[in-house]
């Protein structure tokens, strides 16, 4: 017999006894039910010949719990306290001598006992006190218990004898009033509980040190509310549950932890078929009326799997009635009706087997540009080609290797030593392949590791040696990264195929800084004038660094300066109103300037002093030609040229077109 069936059915033959002396007097002013003292906080070990208060206290928990002992709570462990112990042993353990009260049976019992509804309640009203517990009825009580058997309301009677003798709240509303208060009873009625499998809980794979759900209860409670007390977990893995797990929770599917503890060798028992198992008591977990409500069983997985555990395990079940709820009457619903799960959960022996790289190019890589300097003063050393993040996903990971390449291989003349930094560090340096252009960075002495889902941020360097006027252009390309994971195994790369690159880089003596100031359009549909107009204003700065260039004047401005209209689908035009410059020293307008060169159409801007152009075009009605007509335009800057020497060649300023073009505009 389960231990709460046994209280319940004490319960009832007391209030069967007060029943039958209600019916025999009539009128009973007051009585008193004697029952055992029994405290379950002061519950220790007692064994067989034992004399004293804690064997008193035992029996005194052990008769309130259901198991008879005819002499009652005598202090003295005899044979009718190991009759008990033995009965009580067998619903929850197995058999057993009965010859000592254990640790393991002082837990159980004190579990069950504290599970219960508390035994006394008191309620106070206006002046007057009302007292209600195992141990005696008020007259008040007793006079509405024989009011409703005068009417025939047996349950409702019944109901108040339950309360009154520390059940839950009566089936009907009762009211007691005062001189000064008034308290109204609420209603109780019947739960249903069913209980049944979580499906959201299914194909789970944990691998070492992670933690996740593994198994799942749903519950539903019909006709009334019913409180989940108690889940019996019973365990079917291959190994015992310490040399899998560390933790254990139960949560809520609000993901509150209601239940929690650390596991070792002594957190789960063990039945007399060596089945482990786990009490999960005190849950509380309310379910209200037709709502559905779940727990999971929530586990921590040790940081190192034995050999042996790892693969596919039948974690957590529960049997039938192996779950304990109490309704609003304060009676024991028990579900399931039949055994629910193991669910099947995958454990990764190490999550070092399932480590990978992840490799991603920096948001703050530099972008296309010069990089001037002085090839005999070395100013032009360690310059930031690119930069990367690598992250270690799964496990920690050391860096091992970088593998990359410089394009053209033509370029290694000029970036002569490329280096791999981290922070402030320089982890190796090494000298392009001039024949393709490869390197590989050795990252062994420096003993890197990246943490489990960190991420860290690597740069390429290089140092240009015999650069000239005329520009050498080469980006840098990361094709591999290699590793150790913490078992000292080879890291793989997911992508296979890696291919971060950098930017192209022109490394002169003698260049153009360019910055964008501003770029504004301006657009008059054909319906205020004779055709639809459409202009920019274009303000940008240059900066001379290394030495005097020259760039061209309003005379011939589209040798300098790609300024066009770009449709939506990719055609290009030049504005038919042409393109106006103008250009500034500081605020000073030196448009007028005399030009200087061969031809007197260059202006000459002096190293390091900075000058403002202002362009101007305009598009009179749509674009006409090939692809072009009325539609959706927006202004473009495809290129910008600047000469090193007045009678040199055009050299074009790199990545102009990405940053110098404005949103689309509908030009009809």
């Avoid at 109204?184 to 209980?195: I, N």
């Avoid at 300097?373 to 920690?396: E, Q, Y």
């Avoid at 004038?529 to 274009?538: D, E, H, M, N, P």
């Avoid at 749509?622 to 009325?630: D, E, K, R, V």
Wanted: glycine share 10%; hydrophobic share 35%; proline share 5%.
């Amino acid at each position: 017999m389960a231990l709460n069936s046994k209280m319940e059915k004490n319960k009832k033959a007391i209030v069967g006894l007060v029943l039958t002396s209600l019916l025999t007097f009539s009128v009973v002013p007051y009585f008193s039910v004697s029952a055992e003292t029994c405290n379950p906080d002061a519950l220790v070990p007692v064994a067989y010949g034992q004399r004293g208060t804690s064997v008193q206290n035992a029996q005194a928990c052990l008769i309130e719990a259901g198991y008879d002992i005819p002499a009652g709570a005598t202090g003295y462990y005899g044979s009718q306290t190991r009759a008990a112990v033995r009965a009580f042993y067998a619903d929850w353990y197995g058999d057993w001598s009965g010859n000592n009260l254990g640790p393991r049976g002082v837990a159980q019992l004190r579990s069950m006992l504290t599970s219960a509804p508390a035994e006394g309640t008191t309620s106070s009203t206006g002046n007057q006190q009302q007292s209600s517990t195992t141990s005696g009825v008020s007259q008040d009580v007793l006079l509405q218990v024989l009011a409703k058997l005068s009417a025939g309301d047996t349950a409702g009677a019944l109901a108040l004898l339950l309360q009154a003798l520390g059940g839950q709240a009566p089936s009907q509303t009762t009211t007691t009033q005062t001189t000064t208060t008034q308290t109204t009873q609420q209603q109780a009625t019947e739960g249903f509980l069913t209980v049944e499998q979580d499906p959201t809980v299914t194909g789970v794979t944990l691998r070492e040190g992670e933690t996740g759900k593994v198994f799942g209860l749903r519950f539903r409670a019909d006709n009334g509310p019913v409180t989940v007390q108690s889940v019996f977990l019973r365990w079917d893995g291959g190994a015992a549950p310490h040399r899998i797990i560390s933790k254990l929770e139960v949560v809520d599917d609000q993901n509150n932890v209601l239940y929690s503890r650390n596991v070792d060798s002594t957190t789960f028992l063990q039945d007399s078929n060596l089945k482990y198992y786990l009490p999960v008591t005190g849950l509380n977990y309310q379910v209200q009326t037709n709502q559905y409500r779940s727990l999971f069983v929530q586990v921590t997985v040790l940081n190192t799997l034995p050999t042996g555990t790892a693969g596919s395990h039948n974690l957590f079940y529960v049997g039938q009635n192996d779950v304990r709820g109490r309704d609003g009457l304060g009676i024991d619903r028990f579900g399931p009706t039949s055994q629910i799960g193991p669910v099947s959960v995958t454990l990764e022996a190490s999550l070092a087997g399932s480590a990978y790289w992840v490799v991603a190019r920096n948001a703050n890589s530099p972008l296309a540009g010069f990089i001037i300097g002085d090839p005999t003063n070395g100013n032009a050393d360690k310059v930031v080609m690119l930069k990367f993040d690598v992250t270690a996903k799964n496990d920690s990971l050391r860096l091992t290797e970088v593998s990359g390449t410089l394009s053209p291989a033509s370029a290694t003349s000029t970036f002569r030593t490329v280096y791999l930094r981290q922070g402030s560090q320089i982890l190796d340096v090494r000298t392009p392949d001039a024949s393709n252009g490869n390197f590989t960075f050795n990252v062994v002495p420096a003993n890197f590791t990246i943490n489990k889902d960190q991420t860290v941020t690597f740069e390429v360097l290089a140092d240009i040696r015999g650069a000239t006027l005329t520009p050498v252009t080469a980006s840098v390309t990361i094709t591999g990264v290699k590793g150790l994971n913490s078992l000292g195994g080879t890291v793989p790369l997911t992508p296979v195929t890696l291919s971060i690159a950098s930017d192209v880089m022109s490394a002169t003596t003698r260049a153009p800084e360019v910055q964008l100031v501003s770029m504004t359009t301006n657009y008059t549909p054909p319906s205020q004038t004779a055709s639809s107009s459409y202009s920019v204003s274009l303000t940008f700065n240059v900066t001379p660094r290394g030495g005097t260039i020259y760039m061209g004047t309003t005379t011939a401005p589209t040798t300098f300066l790609g300024l066009q209209l770009q449709k939506n689908s990719g055609a290009t035009s030049t504005p038919n109103g042409g393109v106006v410059v103008q250009l500034k020293q500081g605020s000073t307008d030196i448009t007028n300037t005399q030009p200087v060169g061969s031809t007197s159409t260059l202006y000459q801007l002096a190293q390091d002093t900075t000058y403002t152009f202002v362009v101007t075009a305009n598009q009179n009605g749509a674009p006409s030609g090939t692809g072009l007509g009325t539609g959706l335009y927006r202004w473009i800057v495809n290129y910008m040229n600047f000469k090193q020497e007045d009678t040199g060649s055009n050299v074009a300023v790199p990545g102009v077109s990405n940053v110098f073009q404005t949103g689309y505009t509908n030009v009809q």
